[in-house]
Each structure stands twice: as C-alpha cells, then as structure tokens.
Nanobody
Framework: QVQLVESGGGLVQDGGSLRLSCAAS????????MGWFRQAPGKEREIVAA???????YVADSVKGRFTVSRDLARNTVYLQMDSLKPDDTALYYC????????????WGQGTQVTVSS
C-alpha cells in the first residue's frame, strides 16, 4: 500500500513561487508514475504534471514554462516547483501514483492548498 503526503502549499502573491513536495512510503517511488493534479472550486480536476519511471516528464500546456516536476529517489519524494504563479493557479493540489502501465492512478495524497493573491 502506497501512502502519499503532500506539503508546501500556502498563500503567495501573483508572480511568486512555491515548491510542493510529495513523500511516498510503502514502496519505491522509482517504480511508480507520479502525478500532480489540481482542482479549483467549481472546476474539474486536471493533471498538471507527471514524472514517469523512465524519469521523463509531462507538463500541462497551461503551466508549461512555469512549473517543473522532479524526483529525489533517495528521499522517495517528488517535487512540483511552481514559478510565476498566477491567481488562476489557485487550487487544491494533489499528488498521485500509479504502477507503470496502469491507466488509472491508484493512490492519492490528501492535497495541499495553493492560493495566489492578485
């Protein structure tokens, strides 16, 4: 059973930066695809970024050039570096994991709130 714990959310001004962390336990994160999702009030949940077992990455067009996903295998932790934040980035951010080859993400963290003030 994989457990995920996010941290690093908070309140930041327009143009600011935050780094979210997702600590995985119960299995090596190197064997998992790790994704970052977000959900704003009244909106659908959307994927923001992902890092695969090959260490290749995906970043959504809406945040490309501003957000970077990375992982520290020694710490079993995945990061989402968010720069040039905008009020539209305000949302509850979730970390999720799935086994390689799986279609669906099987494990989810509790979420961390990111609020960007204008």
């Amino acid at each position: 059973q994989v457990q995920l714990v996010e941290s690093g959310g908070g309140l930041v001004q327009d143009g600011g930066s935050l780094r979210l962390s997702c600590a995985a336990s119960g299995g090596p994160s190197a064997l998992l695809t790790m994704g970052w999702f977000r959900q704003a009030p009244g909106k659908e949940r959307e994927i923001v970024a992902a890092i695969y077992t090959t260490s290749s990455t995906y970043v959504a067009d809406s945040v490309k050039g501003r957000f970077t996903v990375s992982r520290d295998l020694a710490r079993n932790t995945v990061y989402l570096q968010m720069d040039s934040l905008k009020p539209d980035d305000t949302a509850l951010y979730y970390c999720a994991a799935k086994r390689r080859g799986s279609q669906e993400y099987s494990w989810w963290g509790q979420g961390t709130q990111v609020t960007v003030s204008s």
